[in-house]
C-alpha cells in the first residue's frame, strides 16, 4: 500500500470550491480542514508505526463516488527551499 505525501510540498495545490474528482469526473466534493499529526503507532506496540506523520491539509471527498484526496491550504509552503526564514537564517 502506498503511503501518503510526508510534507505540504508533494500535496496537490487547492482546486477550489468546486473541484473535479479525478475518479470519475464529478464536480463537486466536501472539504475539511486537517491539522497536522505525528505518526500513528499501535497502542500496544509503539515499534509499529501504522501510518507516517501527515502536514496540515485539507481532505477532500467526492459527493458521487466517495473517495478521499488530500490538497495543500493555500498558506502552505510550496517548497521546504520556500518556508519561512528567521532573520538569522535558521527556521522560526
Not at 6 to 25: Q, Y
Not at 30 to 38: I, K, M, N
Not at 52 to 57: G, S
Not at 72 to 89: F, I, N, R, V
Amino acid at each position: 500500500m502506498a503511503q501518503p505525501p510526508a510534507d505540504a510540498a508533494v500535496l496537490p495545490p487547492f482546486s477550489g470550491l468546486e473541484p473535479t474528482c479525478v475518479k470519475c469526473g464529478w464536480i463537486g466534493a466536501t472539504l475539511q480542514f486537517r491539522p497536522a499529526r505525528g505518526p500513528l503507532v499501535l497502542p500496544w506496540n509503539h515499534n509499529r508505526v501504522v501510518d507516517v506523520a501527515r502536514p496540515e491539509r485539507l481532505a477532500r471527498h467526492c459527493t458521487s463516488c466517495g473517495f478521499h484526496w488530500d490538497e495543500a491550504p493555500l498558506d502552505a509552503p510550496s517548497s521546504p527551499e520556500t518556508a519561512p526564514q528567521a532573520e538569522d537564517g535558521q527556521a522560526p
